[in-house]
C-alpha cells in the first residue's frame, strides 16, 4: 500500500533542543494527522488539521498543512525526556476513508 | 475522552490455528471501524475498512478470505485471522470512527505472534 514520504527517520538530540520533520505526498489529502506511538500501544493522536494553510499549535507542538495539501511539518520545541518516541504522520483524503501512514520518525534525546 | 477497547491485547497461537481479535468502542456508535497491520519498525498498513451491516473493503493485497472481518453492530468489529502462518505475525490495531463527531479514535493493539 501507498506510505507518506516521512523524514528524518531517526533524530538524535540533546534535552532542550528543537525538533523538526516533515512529510510530502504525491497526491493531495484533505486532512492530516500527526500521531506519536509508544511501544506496543496505539497510535495517540497529536495534531489534526483540517485546512490547507492551517497551522496549529498544541502546547510545545505546532503542525502546519501545506498550501498544496501535498505536505505537512511537525515542530516540537525545548524537547523533554517523555517525548522520545516515533512520531507518525498520517493523510486522509475524505471523511470515511482510512489513513495512510508516513513511515515513522525515531525521536531518541540524550539528556 | 472517547476510547476504543482491542482485546486481546497479546496473542499466541500455534500454526494453523484462528485468532479473533475484537474492537469495540465504548462511549460511541462507530459504523466505520479500520484495521491496520504493523510489523515491526515500520508504519501501520491500512488493512481493511469494516462497514456495519456490510461487507468490509480490503486493500489491495490483503486476502479477504484468511482475514475475516465482520462488523454486526455499531460498537463491535472483529478480525478473525484463519489458518494463521508465522509470517502473519504482526501488531494489529483497530481505530472506529465516531460517526457523530467524524473523529478517529485507535485500539491499543494486539500484538499477534504464530508459532
Known sequence: GQQLNQSPQSMFIQEGEDVSMNCTSSSIFNTWLWYKQDP????????????????????????????????????ISASIPSDVGIYFCAGRRGGADGLTFGKGTHLIIQP | GAVVSQHPSRVICKSGTSVKIECRSLD??????????????????LMATSNEGSKATY??????????????????STLTVTSAHPEDSSFYICSARDQIRGKLFFGSGTQLSVL
Request: proline content about 3%; charged content about 20%.
Open chain 2, 59 to 76: 486493500e489491495q493485497g490483503v486476502e479477504k478470505d484468511k482475514f475475516l472481518i465482520n462488523h454486526a453492530s455499531l460498537t463491535l
Open chain 1, 40 to 75: 506496543g500501544e496505539g497510535p495517540v493522536l497529536l495534531i489534526a488539521l483540517y485546512k490547507a494553510g492551517e497551522l496549529t499549535s498544541n502546547g510545545r507542538l505546532t503542525a502546519q498543512f501545506g498550501i498544496t495539501r501535498k505536505d505537512s511539518f511537525l515542530n
Open chain 2, 28 to 45: 460511541f456508535q462507530a459504523t466505520t471501524m479500520f484495521w491496520y497491520r504493523q510489523f515491526p519498525k515500520q508504519s501501520l498498513m
